[in-house]
């Protein structure tokens, strides 16, 4: 959703590296973007959709960018038997694409996943590029749709497919991927909480930190990241959910906090801008409103990889395989430009 700037640059790279094999099909996916993707799709793109090297689909549901329900309707468009996610940062050179058929070749029975360990390379953007069968992808019913935001959402599918059976096989050369470099800004702009946004409060609680979050819909967040919950993996962030509920200002410009079980809660700054009072009955602490934005959007995305982190070792305890229960990637997408002919993945997922 809205980075066209990065689909400009690596789709048509990525069509003209490819053109050696017939039977490979890019599919792109306009998650409701609003910066012009669809009109430069239509004015450069024309050739590759009349070839059918590339489809375009369209979906206007989203307000904001779920990764998860986007790429389930997108694979379930599929027509071959061997599914790659590229993201709108990636590059697929022709070599990525020799050694995803080798492998398959070799045996048809693997996922092949990026490095999650660092070991052989540190390279955050390709963690989402995975290749594994189609029928697998639908075996456990694609990405968790209730890991919302960055992190996690990829691990857990990959996690799920490995316990079908699966082997699996770690891109360990570099060579063979490439990315467009950015900044996390980037990773959490289209996020529902960055866009609903409206201020910020932090506390440090020895090495961890809790999180209040206000909402422009009259809602608020509040929970504490857990820094060293999960000392074994990769990311060790964990999260424990506190009370949610409505917020509302007062004359004196204090905020009224009343959660779900119908507690007040008193929210008033003490020095200017910066440090807020958070007190009621049982409670009185300490907040510090972040107000920059770059360093909002590092907290959301904080607590985003926490809380999905949580989903992540939920699934692994529990031993779920098949999440979704009520569908996955639901829709209706329309194809190359085509406005007349609805597609409706509900009847599919």
């Excluded at 973007?33 to 009349?50: H, P």
Aim: hydrophobic share 35%; net charge negative.
């Amino acid at each position: 959703m809205n980075r066209t700037e990065h689909v400009k640059i690596t789709l048509p790279l990525n069509l003209h590296e490819n053109e050696k094999f017939p039977n490979v099909e890019f599919l792109l996916l306009d998650y409701s973007s609003s910066d012009g993707l669809e009109e430069w799709v239509r004015d450069n793109l024309n050739e590759y959709i009349v070839s059918g090297r590339l489809t375009y689909y369209h979906y206007s549901g989203a307000t904001s960018f779920n990764g998860a329900h986007s790429r389930n309707m997108l694979f379930q468009l599929a027509k071959n038997d061997i599914i790659c996610n590229v993201d709108a940062d990636n590059i697929v050179y022709t070599e990525f694409t020799e050694y995803v058929l080798r492998q398959y070749q070799t045996n048809p029975d693997v996922i092949i996943i990026a490095d999650f360990t660092n070991q052989k390379y540190q390279m955050h953007d390709i963690m989402g590029r995975f290749c594994c069968l189609k029928r697998d992808f639908l075996l456990v019913s694609g990405y968790d749709e209730s890991i919302v935001g960055y992190g996690f959402e990829d691990q857990d599918l990959y996690r799920r497919i490995i316990r079908l059976g699966r082997e699996k096989c770690v891109m360990d050369n570099i060579n063979l991927v490439a990315v467009l470099q950015h900044d996390d800004k980037e990773r959490v702009l289209n996020d529902w909480l960055v866009q609903a946004y409206y201020a910020l409060f932090i506390r440090e609680k020895g090495v961890d930190y809790e999180l209040l979050i206000l909402t422009s819909d009259k809602r608020y967040i509040r929970g504490t990241v857990v820094t060293t919950r999960y000392k074994g993996e990769h990311f060790t962030f964990g999260y424990d959910e506190g009370p949610a509920g409505e917020w509302t200002s007062n004359p004196d410009g204090s905020i009224s906090l009343k959660n779900d079980d119908n507690n007040l809660l008193c929210l008033q700054a003490i020095d200017g801008q910066e440090h807020y009072e958070l007190s009621g009955p049982e409670e009185s602490i300490y907040l510090m409103r972040v107000t920059n934005m770059e360093d909002v959007g590092k907290a959301i995305m904080m607590y985003r990889m926490a809380a999905n982190q949580e989903i992540y070792q939920k699934n692994i305890n529990n031993k779920n395989l098949i999440i979704n229960q009520n569908g996955f990637g639901r829709g209706v997408v329309y194809q190359n430009f085509d406005r007349q002919i609805p597609i409706d993945l509900g009847l599919i997922g």
